[in-house]
């Protein structure tokens, strides 16, 4: 039923910036509280960023707080992540997920939907 489809991933060096985007159909975007998770070669999957319904309350993991920003536009039903001050350890396959509540939510088993993910890989 739900899609989400992530884009925007690539090759960039340290230092620099990157914006990924998960477009959202089939559903109510607008009533979903959505997140952006990673997983790197080896390691488990973590998270990242959090989001509310509306984007009036965000959540960052420690190791990106500062450095990434989540938002979302419920008119284009498209989630996103700005990535800046890239550092090598943030390589990894990054990936939009999303559950039936609105609420802020930053667990694996609290999501109700994932994307495909898309690689992010940062070079030293």
């Known amino acids: 039923q739900v899609q989400l489809v992530e884009s925007g991933g690539g090759l960039v060096q340290a230092g620099g910036s990157l914006r990924l985007s998960c477009a959202a159909s089939?559903?109510?975007?607008?009533?979903?509280?959505m997140a952006w998770f990673r997983q790197a070669p080896g390691k488990e999957r973590e998270f990242v960023a959090a989001?509310?319904?509306?984007?009036?309350?965000?959540y960052f993991a420690d190791s990106v707080k500062g450095r990434f920003t989540i938002s979302r536009d419920n008119v284009k039903n498209t989630l996103y992540l700005q990535m800046n001050i890239l550092k090598p350890e943030d390589t990894a396959v990054y990936y939009c997920?999303?559950?039936?509540?609105?609420?802020?939510?930053?667990?694996?088993?609290?999501?109700?939907?994932w994307g495909k993910g898309t690689q992010v890989t940062v070079s030293s």
């Open positions: 997920a999303g559950h039936w509540g609105g609420v802020v939510r930053i667990t694996t088993g609290g999501m109700d939907f």
């Open positions: 089939g559903g109510t975007f607008s009533s979903n509280g």
């Open positions: 989001i509310n319904w509306s984007g009036s309350r965000t």
